[in-house]
T-cell receptor, first 113, second 117 residues
């Protein structure tokens, strides 16, 4: 079973920041927060992951609360091409072991012109 | 990131025939591969996990005799849908993970659209 809860859908105006929330209140100490997205009829695309510190890359920023029970994915300047389903996943990530990725329903983000 | 390919990208077949889908890791050794299925407007559902050289582990409710998985090498896994029926029409996605560096991550293929007439 997925260990996260996300809103079913969200809208965002083009050019504005898209903030996608995720609750993972039962996260364990060795579980990372991962974000993937899936554009229609394509395979999932990795976006970002983090353990407890905030993370930023060329695609997005990940803000994790201090208690690690929730996080927010931020797309700083959403474009129409960011319209997709966004999946928040928690999984173990260690040097010699890993959890398989189990997808929940995700958040369907629509970027509106 | 690492590249995972799938072939074919789409396939149409007649009911009762078998269809084979290939999943390849192009630039790393995939010790484990995963097969997912996705119906329209639904999330990805994990079907099975396969480790190179051993039998696949199927998720509950997935028929192992219908969905044959072979992971004979560190770069190739195949999913064969046997005696396909229209209800098997779906988007099939594989992913792979390996060992060493970023290979511990799970990388996804582009998917294969199967339509059974």
């Amino acid at each position: 079973d997925a260990k996260t809860t996300q809103p079913t859908s969200m809208d965002c105006a083009e050019g504005r920041a898209a903030n996608l929330p995720c609750n993972h209140s039962t996260i364990s100490g060795n579980e990372y927060v991962y974000w993937y997205r899936q554009i229609h009829s394509q395979g999932p695309q990795y976006i970002i992951h983090g353990l407890k510190n905030n993370e930023t890359n060329e695609m997005a920023s990940l803000i994790i609360t201090e208690d690690r029970k929730s996080s927010t994915l931020i797309l700083p300047h959403a474009t129409l091409r960011d319209t997709a389903v966004y999946y928040c996943i928690v999984r173990v990530r260690e040097k010699t072991s890993y959890d398989k990725v189990i997808f929940g329903p995700g958040t369907s983000l629509s970027v509106i012109p | 990131g690492a590249v995972v390919s799938q072939h074919p990208s789409w396939v149409i077949c007649k009911s009762g025939t078998s269809v084979k889908i290939e999943c390849r890791s192009l630039d790393f050794q995939a010790t484990t591969m995963f097969w997912y299925r996705q119906f329209p407007k639904q999330s990805l559902m994990l079907m099975a996990t396969s480790n190179e050289g051993s039998k696949a582990t199927y998720e509950q409710g997935v028929e192992k005799d219908k969905f044959l998985i072979n992971h004979a090498s560190l770069t190739l896994s195949t999913l064969t849908v046997t005696s396909a029926h229209p209800e098997d029409s779906s988007f099939y996605i594989c992913s792979a993970t390996g060992r060493g560096g970023r290979s511990y991550e799970q990388f996804f293929g582009p998917g294969t659209r199967l339509t059974v007439l």
